[in-house]
Nanobody, 122 residues
Framework: QVQLVESGGGLVQAGGSLRLSCFAS????????MGWYRQTPGKQREEGEF???????????NYADSVKGRFTVSRANARNTVYLQMDNLKPEDSAVYYCRGWNIPRTAGDYWGKGTLVTVSS
């Protein structure tokens, strides 16, 4: 089992920055992919929007078009932590951000954090 805990959310003005962190703990932290999703508060995280991902072993990254050039995902494997640096934030970035870690196939492990709220004021 793997537990994922996000931190770093909060209230920020448009144009500002936040850095989210996702700390992984448990007996099997060898997940192939780590990533971030976001969802409107009150809705199911599994139906949220993909934001970004990073391959744990190679560092290859992927981004949604809506955040390319503004968000940067990174990892610190020695710290079991994944980060999401968010710059030039826009009001439409407001959401609950969830950390996710999964293997391929996902039946080999698919874990979610409880989320951290990001609110961007105009």
């Amino acid at each position: 089992q793997v537990q994922l805990v996000e931190s770093g959310g909060g209230l920020v003005q448009a144009g500002g920055s936040l850095r989210l962190s996702c700390f992984a703990s448990g007996s099997d932290f060898s997940l192939h992919l780590m990533g971030w999703y976001r969802q409107t508060p009150g809705k199911q995280r599994e139906e949220g929007e993909f934001v970004s991902s990073i391959v744990s072993r190679t560092g290859i990254t992927n981004y949604a078009d809506s955040v390319k050039g503004r968000f940067t995902v990174s990892r610190a494997n020695a710290r079991n932590t994944v980060y999401l640096q968010m710059d030039n934030l826009k009001p439409e970035d407001s959401a609950v951000y969830y950390c996710r870690g999964w293997n391929i196939p996902r039946t080999a492990g698919d874990y979610w954090g409880k989320g951290t709220l990001v609110t961007v004021s105009s």
